[in-house]
Every structure is written in structure tokens, then in C-alpha cells.
Nanobody
């Protein structure tokens, strides 16, 4: 069982930056692959980025590639999402998720068993 708590969301102007954090409980955090998803009002939840258990492999959605960076610190049971050059279309609730397969870095929601409650990111134009 893994419990996830996101933080770091807020209101930022276009072009600005935010860093999201996701703190996980449980001694097995380091064995899980982790990901960030987001959901805008009236839209389906969509993949943002993923990272394998070791951090050696990452995967990004095309619409954030080059602007967002996912990372993790297994000693702190935390995964991060550094978001730069933010755009109004990045406005959404951002969720972190955990996959028991530590080598998975894909975008399929069904592979992620545990989810946080989400943190709101609002980018003003």
C-alpha cells in the first residue's frame, strides 16, 4: 500500500515555473515506478511524465517535453515535477501515481494502482 500526497501547486503567470512534489508513505516506494498526470476541467486525465524506480529512465508527453522534468529521491520517498515555461494550457489538477512495476514508464492510467488527491496548477496569461 502506498499513500501519495502532492504539494507545490499554485497560481503562476505564463512563462513562469513551479515545482510539484509528491510525498509517498511506505517502505517500498523505491520499488515503484512513478508518474504525473493532469486533468483540466471538462477533459480526461492525461499523462504528463513517468520515471522508473531507479530514475534512470523517464518518459514525457510531447506537449511538456523540453519544459517539464520528472525526478525522484528514493531516500526521501518523494517524486518531483519541475515545470518551466508554463503556458495557460498547462492549467489543470496535477496527480502523482504509483505503478508496482518499477520498470514501467508508460502512459496508461490502468497500470498505476495508487493516486494522490491532486494539486491545482493555474497559469494566467
Amino acid at each position: 500500500q502506498v499513500q501519495l500526497v502532492e504539494s507545490g501547486g499554485g497560481l503562476v503567470q505564463a512563462g513562469g515555473s513551479l515545482r510539484l512534489s509528491c510525498a509517498a508513505s511506505g517502505r517500498t516506494f523505491s520499488s515503484y515506478a512513478m508518474a504525473w498526470f493532469r486533468q483540466a476541467p471538462g477533459k480526461e486525465r492525461e499523462f504528463v511524465a513517468a520515471i522508473t524506480w531507479s530514475g534512470r529512465s523517464t518518459n514525457y508527453a510531447d506537449y511538456v517535453k523540453g519544459r517539464f522534468t520528472i525526478s525522484r529521491d528514493n531516500a526521501k520517498n518523494t517524486v518531483y515535477l519541475q515545470m518551466n515555461s508554463l503556458k495557460p494550457e498547462d492549467t489543470a489538477v496535477y496527480y502523482c501515481a504509483a505503478c508496482p512495476d518499477g520498470y514501467y514508464s508508460g502512459s496508461y492510467l490502468g497500470e498505476y494502482d495508487y493516486w494522490g488527491q491532486g494539486t491545482q496548477v493555474t497559469v494566467s496569461s
